[in-house]
């Protein structure tokens, strides 16, 4: 692959500060080299800002921050529009989970153009799906995956290109929803790969469900990571801790077998809260698990084939 790094310090999208040095620890954690070692090309362009602020009306007295969300959203989807087009795989190093509107924003914007369906797996404890309408804690990371699905309530937001039908999202390792989302997610005919469908069927079957139908529709896969889908033992560095998560073992084996589906364009790292974290720990995890992801392997596997 060649790769192009994104800095994206967003840390409007939620109450706690922190989220803004992520990109930074990342860099620190070593994430170039190690993508380098798996023999691809990485170019990194720094971090982005949120540009000029639009003047916006939040629909909810709830939401906080709605303006710098909405300008994240415009700058992030334009880098990863360009990075794209530039025929690179872009990594977006948040930053808490607010940028993933403008990086799938990017993605679907390449998707569309390229006549190519986007498929999005979403690796979280938490389900994202309320709206600027629906939030009670008035963090925008809760709202994404409601973004990139078409619901209303986004109004100041620009217009999601081509909204991802339900059937191409996949939400895995969740165990925390919120009423509202549990609403919503049921009206609109979200599948839910909650903690209770992983530990009935292994962490392997579902995704490998889930991936035979992005290959057999030539799909383009955006995987969005957040930090808080490992479990707090082993990834303390996350706002929002929820235990009963994957552990060590069971997230590399989702990234090796990412690496193996050969789908997966365009990776988001989010939630990573440095000022929590343990020596580098969690940022070093994260960065580990991206390593899987780009081939890191204890011993060659054949290849399977996916559709
Ligand atoms: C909760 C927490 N559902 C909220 N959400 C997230 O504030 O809306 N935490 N995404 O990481
Ligand atoms: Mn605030
Ligand atoms: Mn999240
Ligand atoms: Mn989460």
């Not at 959203?73 to 808490?96: C, N």
Request: glycine letters at 10%; proline letters at 8%.
């Amino acid at each position: 692959h060649e790769i192009t790094l994104i800095g994206a310090p967003v840390d409007e999208g939620q109450s706690r500060a922190g989220c803004l040095m992520g990109p930074a620890a990342y860099r620190v954690a070593g994430i170039a080299a190690a993508i380098r070692e798996l023999g691809h090309d990485v170019e990194d362009i720094g971090d982005i800002g949120h540009g000029p602020l639009p003047e916006v009306a939040a629909p909810n007295p709830a939401v906080h921050h709605l303006a710098e969300c909405v300008g994240w959203t415009r700058t992030l989807a334009d880098a990863g529009r360009a990075a794209m087009d530039r025929g690179r795989f872009p990594i977006f190093m948040g930053g808490d989970h607010a940028l993933s509107m403008g990086s799938v924003a990017g993605v679907a914007a390449y998707a569309a153009a390229a006549g190519r369906p986007l498929f999005v797996l979403w690796l979280d404890a938490h389900s994202d799906f309320h709206t600027p309408l629906t939030t009670t804690s008035g963090n925008l990371h809760g709202t994404p995956v409601a973004y990139l699905s078409g619901l209303p309530g986004f109004e100041a937001f620009p217009d999601f290109p081509a909204p991802v039908p339900p059937e191409r999202v996949c939400l895995y390792g969740i165990r925390s929803v919120d009423p509202a989302e549990h609403r919503a997610l049921k009206a609109h005919g979200i599948p839910v790969n909650d903690m209770r469908v992983l530990d009935e069927n292994g962490i392997v079957a579902p995704l490998r469900a889930f991936l035979d139908q992005v290959a057999a529709q030539n799909g383009m896969l955006h995987v969005s990571l957040d930090v808080d889908f490992l479990d707090p033992s082993i990834a303390p560095a996350v706002g929002t801790t929820v235990p009963g998560g994957t552990t060590f073992r069971e997230a590399h084996l989702v990234m090796e077998l990412l690496h193996e589906s050969g789908l997966v364009t365009s990776l988001d790292m989010v939630e990573l809260n440095p000022f929590l974290d343990e020596r580098g720990r969690t940022a070093k995890l994260m960065v580990d698990l991206v390593g899987s992801l780009m081939g890191r392997k204890v011993f060659d596997r054949p290849t399977r084939s996916f559709g």
